[in-house]
């Protein structure tokens, strides 16, 4: 089965800093990975994904993440932080179901809570 | 864009109510799933369908059942709230295969008092 595992439940940084927020993976198979945004009170958002077209993803709102495959990682990284940053991000690996099924199912990792400060 | 409209956004019920979650998509989706988050605990799977009439366990469906009779809605249903059953939850639609992703609604805030 596949996982996702976010490092750090609360990640802060300054207003211009860089954003690293960390994701490993475990897939038997090559895995289709992404990143969500949530903002207080709403629902998900998509930042970007990987689907083994380029190891380098850009997204949304100036994020992009990095498919390693030999570190089992897709890290979201921001070069500069603003305060309209701050949310809760997911990291997400498609599950892949033995027979080909998948029925798009996604697996959450716990989530990582970033606070920017002026 | 898809859009995936959960019917309400915040909710009170007392502990023994019948409780119906409606979650609606309009692109036609395969998939529909329900998940509950809790602080900590990230996106818990209650349920998904594959089709209409056709659902399948997630990871935590006891005291839950669903409902799908067509394409574009998803009913999620508490048979009889209980107060642990308080929780944000998030409707989520997919075209399928492993590489769309999910369209997610904006959340039902659930208290059960």
């Known amino acids: 089965a596949q996982s996702v595992t976010q490092l750090g439940s609360h990640v802060s940084v300054s207003e211009g800093a860089l954003v690293l927020l960390r994701c490993n993976y475990s897939s038997s198979v090559p895995p289709y990975l992404f990143w969500y945004v949530q903002y207080p009170n709403q629902g998900l958002q998509l930042l970007l994904k990987y689907t083994s077209a380029a190891t380098l993803v850009k997204g949304i709102n100036g994020f992009e993440a990095e498919f390693k495959k030999s570190e089992t990682s897709f890290h979201l990284t921001k070069p500069s932080a603003h305060m309209s940053d701050a949310a809760e991000y997911f990291c997400a690996v498609s599950n892949f179901l033995a027979g080909g099924t998948s029925y798009g199912k996604l697996t959450f990792g716990q989530g990582t809570i970033l606070t920017v400060h002026p | 864009d898809v859009k995936v409209t959960q019917s309400s956004r915040y909710l009170v019920k007392r502990t023994g109510e019948k409780v119906f979650l409606e979650c609606v998509q309009d692109?036609?989706?395969?998939?529909m799933f329900w998940y509950r988050q809790d602080p900590g605990l990230g996106l818990r799977l209650i349920y998904f369908?594959?089709?209409?009439?056709?659902?399948e366990k997630g990871d935590i469906p006891e005291g839950y059942s669903v409902s799908r009779e067509k394409k574009e809605r998803f009913s999620l249903i508490l048979e009889s709230a209980s107060t642990n059953q308080t929780s944000m939850y998030l409707c989520?639609?997919?075209?399928?295969?492993?590489?769309?992703?999910?369209?997610f609604g904006s959340g039902t805030r659930l208290t059960v008092v």
């Open positions: 369908s594959y089709d209409v009439k056709m659902k």
């Open positions: 692109m036609d989706h395969e998939n």
């Open positions: 989520a639609s997919s075209l399928g295969g492993q590489a769309y992703g999910y369209t």
